[in-house]
Structures are given as C-alpha cells and as structure tokens.
C-alpha cells in the first residue's frame, strides 16, 4: 500500500471513485461487469506513477452472493462473492493490484436488511423459537389481521409482508425479498462485527454502509406521522413513502449506539474508513444534521454523504445553502460529498449540462472538487456519461418497474461505461450482449482526446488538489455569491486560497474589492491555470473576470 494511506485520516485527503460493478467492465463476455474486469482496468484511474485519473480510492457498489433482487443490495452471503463478478481470488487479486497503485478499496455494507435466501433468514422465518428468530424484525398482527403499523416500504407497498409459517409479518425497508435485520439482537450485531473483520483481514481500506440511518428503528413499533406541505395538505409525490415523515423507522435515539458499534470494530483494523449513505428526509437542513450526528465525537462514522446533492436543483443558491449547513452543524466530522450515483439520474442530465449549459458539467465537478470535504466520482462523471432512457419492456430496476411512469427507476445511470468507440458495445465486453444497453455519450477514447474536455479538467483538478493542501484539508469560508458565480477560501496555516466557480452560463466581472482584496498589496496573488479548462477567470486589479461556467483558483503567497 502506498504511503499515502498509511496515514489514518488518508480518507479526508481522498477522491472516491464509485465503481457499480455491473458496469464498469466485463472481463469474461458475459454482459456483466465483473471484479476482474475492474482489476483490468486500473491503471485508468490510478496507474501509481502519475498517470491514469488520479483516484485514492474505489468504492465498488455490493458483488457478494445475492439473488440480485435489488441488484446486489440484497445479500445472501456477506463474505461470499457472487459468481456473476468472479471469485474470491478476484477480490484477491483486485486488492492487490490497486493497492500496488496506491488506490484504496472501500467495500458496500448492506447491514440494514439481507436477503430473504439468506441462511439466517432462512432459518428466523422457520418458527418463532430458533435461535435466529429475533435476528429480523417480526410482529404479530393487529386483532383483525392487519400490518403491525403504518410503516412503508420505499420501494412501493406496505413495509411488512406475511409469513404463513410463522403466522406474523416481517419488516422490509425495501422490497419484501430484503427483509431488516434486527439490530437489538446482539448475536445478529456480532455476526456483522465478524464479517467487518473478514474484509478487514482481507485488506479492504474502508466501508461504504447502505442506508446507515435505518438501522435501529422504534422497539414500540409506533406509527409514522404524515407529512404536510405548507399548505397544510398531505404531500404528494410519485412515492406514497414520502407522505410520511419516517420517524419512528429510522434515526431514532438507539441510532448511535448502532453506529459507534460498527466504529469499535472498524477501529481494530488499521487506517479504516468509512462512509454512510445517510436519506429518507425530505428537509435538506434537517437532513445535514442528521448526517452530522453521524460522524461526530471520531467513535462514530468516519464520513456520510447525503441526497442534498442529488436532487435536480443545480441553482448556486441551493448549493452554498448546504454547504454552509453542513459547514455550521458538522463539527469535528468531516464532509463527504456525492453529486451522482447509482441511485440518482446522471448529473449531466439531472442538471441539463447539455446546449448552452454543457459547461455546467465541468463546473459542477469543480465545485464539488474544491469544497471542504471528500468528494465521491461516480464512474463516468468524467467522460459526461447522461442517463440513458430506456422503454419499460427494458426496466430492471423494481423500483422503477413498480413506479413507471411517474417515476422509471435507476437503469439509467447504471448502463455500461463506454471504452472505445471501435470496438463492438465501445468495448465493454467482446461482443456479448450488456446486461444494460450502452447510451450515445461518446466513449473515453474519444473524451481523451478533447484537450478541454471533463476528463482532461478533472484529470487535472485532482492533480491541482494534491498539490495544494489547503484544498484537501483547508477551512472553507464563503466570500461572495454574485448570481450563479461563488467565490470562497480555503485557508491551511499560512496557505491561502480562494476559489471562483461560476454554475451560471453569464461572464460575471467579480469586484474582489468586496472581499477584502487590494491590488496594491495582494498584487503577488496570482491565478493558477487550470490548462485543461477552456473557461478560466481572469486577474486583472481588484477584478476577476470569470467566464461563464468558468473557474479560477487564486493563490496568495504565504504571508513572510
Ligand atoms: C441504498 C442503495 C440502493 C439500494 C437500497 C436498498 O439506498 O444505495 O441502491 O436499492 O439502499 O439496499
Ligand atoms: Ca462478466
């Protein structure tokens, strides 16, 4: 392993690129991406001698054993890998060879459910005496045979199924084939630990942990109450689960002692990271919070990220409004931020980033590369990847299947990652048909060869990062928004730096006499090109003329 994550707070200097495995490459022909075929295709994001992106780490969404119920987040054996992405001398190998390039390995805990064709499911759902009958949540009826209580599933439906043989229904966050684990059963909680620490024997960096607010949930069972618009009428949407405001099924105060168990195991292996997936609450502030009540105090999570980026809303406004959240109630955690993944529409699409906004993609990335905090890439970011739109008689996704049309699911942002444009599925495979169809988005051949292309910016911003700490792990301080156009500090010691990101498509003259800028003494202060960016801003006195979708980073000399 390189020295770089021999320091324990490596994850706070890292970018994460997000790999879901189905799509990345698929070594063997089969129309699925695999672990092999990531292992081949390394060197892209990190070769280890400079060349490739210029990732520290991979998350790679679930490969164990699993029914593929929810394509992998349902797993039916948590130490076994599923023989659609390989073996375990993959993983072996995978392991291996990234950390040969100094690339870290963070792995996809789904803890809050299994699969139902897990063996520890298998066996609670046998009677109410075995000795894993409480390891999942199970009630009995109401008198007059209904569900236990309110609660719905988030993928459509009541959250608790029937189970004939033992007469009671189960709980389910997600679909009925992922039933919720039972986190006040302590041998269920040591099993968990146990897996944690094969992963950890085996070498992986770090944990990504699926739904990680869901964990503990109401012992009393109790109803969830409906939310109300500010009209006062029950809120609308294509997922009746957002008429509720869901909290007695999640976030309750049981939470934390929940996650600080995950972290005392974590914190028996060595430079140990990770990185919860923190939803389910509509309110961003609300939302921020609650993700930053998990990663406070260093004995609970290391990081989070949210859905307060992920939604359709690229207004620079929205923006700073949760990074100054974060920024107020974070405390001693550290941010952790995701623009896209495989839940959410591409971001190229989700924010229009095409016609006269196609700037807004590099812009975009830039901001989330500069901004106090671990940013997450989520694979083919930077080759502009848009979501592909597929007919219903295509849709794989059940939770797309079961709300089409009002809402199509998340194929869109998982189709194949396109390598070469010659080749037969751009080189996903040899040939075999891809579990998903590939979109038109031109493949990485042909992106690397646009000298101002996303690839070349961020190739080139992750370098810039490297190179100037303050951007990895220096203060963040908004200083002025003027329209579309921001410009903030990051401040490390003596290292000084603000950084101008404009997500609107109109130049802005930016009077940085504002801010405190005077050209007389600052007049060392200088732009650093960023060259791959064909919209740099522009030092001239007390002015920064800033390009539409345009980007400068200015640094001061350390002050003598
Ligand atoms: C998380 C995952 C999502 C999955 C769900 C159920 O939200 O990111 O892909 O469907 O959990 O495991
Ligand atoms: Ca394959």
């Not at 003329?545 to 003598?560: N, T």
């Amino acid at each position: 392993m390189a020295d770089y994550h021999r320091d324990p707070d490596w994850w706070k200097r890292a970018v994460i690129y997000q790999i879901y495995p189905r799509s990345f490459y698929d070594a063997n022909n089969d129309g699925i991406g695999d672990l092999a075929g990531i292992t081949a295709k390394l060197d892209y994001l990190n070769d280890g001698r400079g060349g490739g992106l210029g990732v520290d780490a991979i998350w790679i969404s679930p490969f164990f054993t699993s029914p593929m119920a929810d394509f992998g987040y349902d797993v039916a054996d948590y130490t076994g890998i599923d023989p659609i992405f390989g073996t375990m001398d993959d993983f072996d190998a995978l392991i291996t060879a990234a950390h040969q390039r100094g690339i870290g390995v963070i792995i996809d805990m789904v803890f809050n459910h299994s699969s139902d064709q897990h063996p520890w499911f298998v066996q609670s759902r046998r009677d109410r005496t075995n000795p894993k009958a409480d390891w999942y949540i199970w009630a009995d009826p109401k008198p007059d045979g209904s569900v236990p209580n309110n609660w719905l599933s988030f993928f459509g439906g009541p959250a608790w199924t029937w189970d004939e043989r033992r007469g009671q229904y189960y709980y389910h966050t997600f679909l009925k084939e992922q039933p919720d684990l039972n986190w006040y059963q302590p041998a269920m909680r040591a099993a968990l630990a146990d897996i944690l620490r094969f992963w950890m024997k085996k070498g992986v960096d770090g944990f990504r942990f699926d739904v990680v607010n869901f964990l503990a949930y109401d012992r009393q069972l109790r109803d969830n109450p409906e939310v109300c618009d500010d009209d006062g009428s029950v809120h609308g949407d294509f997922n009746p689960y957002d008429r509720f405001d869901a909290i007695y099924s999640k976030g309750v105060p049981e939470q934390w002692e929940c996650v600080e168990f995950l972290r005392t195991v974590m914190d028996e292996g060595d430079a140990i990271a990770s990185v919860g997936e923190v939803g389910g609450i509509r309110q961003p502030e609300r939302l921020i919070a609650h993700a930053a009540e998990h990663v406070q105090h260093g004995r609970r999570l290391h990081m989070a990220y949210t859905f307060a980026m992920l939604t359709e809303n690229a207004d620079l406004g929205y923006w700073l409004r949760i990074v100054e959240a974060t920024e107020r109630v974070i405390g001693d955690g550290w941010p952790c931020w995701s623009m896209g993944n495989h839940d959410s529409a591409r971001l190229l699409s989700r924010f229009d980033c095409r016609g006269p906004r196609q700037g807004l993609q590099q812009a975009a990335l830039l901001f989330l590369l500069t901004i106090r905090g671990t940013p997450i890439l989520y694979y083919g970011e930077e080759i502009d990847m848009a979501e592909v739109a597929l007919p219903r008689e295509q849709v794989q996704d059940p939770f797309g299947i079961r709300f089409w049309p009002d809402y199509k699911g998340r194929d869109g942002c998982r189709s194949p990652f396109p390598w070469t444009a010659d080749l037969p599925n751009c080189g996903f495979n040899s040939g075999a048909d891809p579990w998903l169809p590939l979109g038109a988005s031109p493949p990485l051949d042909q992106a690397a060869e646009d000298p101002h292309g996303t690839l070349a910016v961020v190739r080139e911003m992750l370098r810039l990062r490297r190179s100037h700490p303050a951007l990895m792990a220096g203060s963040y301080k908004t200083l002025m928004k003027n329209g579309q156009a921001v410009i903030f500090e990051r401040r490390l010691g003596n290292a000084r730096l603000w950084v101008a990101v404009n997500v609107g498509g109109e130049a802005k003259p930016l009077r940085l006499r504002a801010v405190g800028f005077d050209a007389e003494r600052d007049a060392t202060a200088e732009v650093v090109p960023l060259t791959a960016l064909a919209r740099n801003g522009r030092l001239a006195g007390d002015i920064l003329e800033l390009p539409g979708y345009g980007f400068a980073l200015i640094r001061f000399p350390a002050a003598s």
